[in-house]
Structures are given as C-alpha cells and as structure tokens.
C-alpha cells in the first residue's frame, strides 16, 4: 500500500515539474569560439561567440499575450504608422489609437526626403502625417472612423486586451 502513495506522489510530482514554466525566460544559443561546439544556456554568451541566436524573453512572452485573431492579422494586415519629429499632437493621437485597439504596429518616421518620397509614392499622393499602411490599403491624415474601418476590415480588435503593452517609437 505505501509503494502505490509513493508511485502516484512521484507520478503527480513528475507531472507538475514537467509543466512549470522553467523554460518562460531567455535562451541563447552559440558556437563556443574555443572548442567549436555549440552551447545552449540561459546565461549570455562571452564576446566572440559566433552564431548567437537569443530566444525567448520579452518578445516571446509579447506575442503569448496576442490573441490568435491578432497574430492572424499581423501576419497578412503589418500595420506601419507614419510620423515626423514635427508632428506632435495629431501623431501623439495616432499612436493613442493604435494602442487603445491592441494594434502592434512599426512606426516609421520620416526624417529624410527619400523617406517622404518614399511615402508619396505609396500614398499615389503628397505625403502627409501621420499615415496609416494596414497591408497594401493607406490612409493619409488621422481620420478615426477611416482608421477603424482599416482595422477592422483587416481583424484587429476593437479594444487592446488586458496586460498589452503599447507599440511605436515612444512605447517604453
């Protein structure tokens, strides 16, 4: 009787070690410059180490806290958002709405005349910030109810979900 309770406390305890979250921080992977083999570790790798290949960490636990919908629109609708370093408040309310409706976004910002260009030829129009690529459809100037219908039309949801953390140049 007493060997049945020690195999079903080593089975339980088994079980639970087997899914703690051991493996919810960051792993490096690299080629040792030394011997040539290569290492697997939680600790960064030394300088001169070939081949470093960081996993995990804040960018894992980032994309674990997106729902499948948002990671489904990511990966067809990218969202850039366009801004200048003279665009304060309309650029600051741009941002704001992205953030509010969960949207991860890469926010370019137009410090070069080649990036203007760049812009007015995606637009078919004189650039203008901000602007808004959701996928291969732009939007020049912050109109809300164009930006929604963008978002929404493409699987973004409506409103960001607790715990996600903003986007943009100046998420922090």
């Known amino acids: 009787m007493p060997s049945m309770r020690l195999a079903a406390f080593a089975a339980l305890s088994v079980a639970l070690l087997s899914s703690s979250p051991v493996c919810a921080g960051t792993t490096y992977r690299w080629i040792d410059p030394k011997t040539g083999t290569t290492v697997i570790s939680d600790q960064a790798p030394p300088p001169g180490a070939k081949q470093v ?21 990511v990966a067809k609708f990218p969202v850039t958002l366009y801004t200048r370093a003279d665009c304060a408040d309309e650029c600051k309310a741009a941002r704001a709405l992205l953030n509010a409706r969960g949207v991860p976004f890469l926010e370019n910002m137009l410090d070069t005349k080649e990036a203007i260009a760049e812009l007015s030829k995606l637009l078919g129009s004189e650039a203008g910030v901000p602007s808004l690529r959701v996928g ?6 912050l109109e809300v109810g164009a930006w929604n219908n963008l978002l929404d039309l493409a699987g973004y949801p409506k409103s960001a979900p607790y715990g996600t953390k903003p986007s943009g140049a100046f998420a922090k």
């Open 53 to 73: 290949v960081k996993r995990g960490g804040d960018e894992a636990v980032a994309s674990e806290q997106q729902s499948y919908a948002t990671r489904q629109a």
């Open 136 to 141: 291969q459809q732009s939007f020049k100037g």
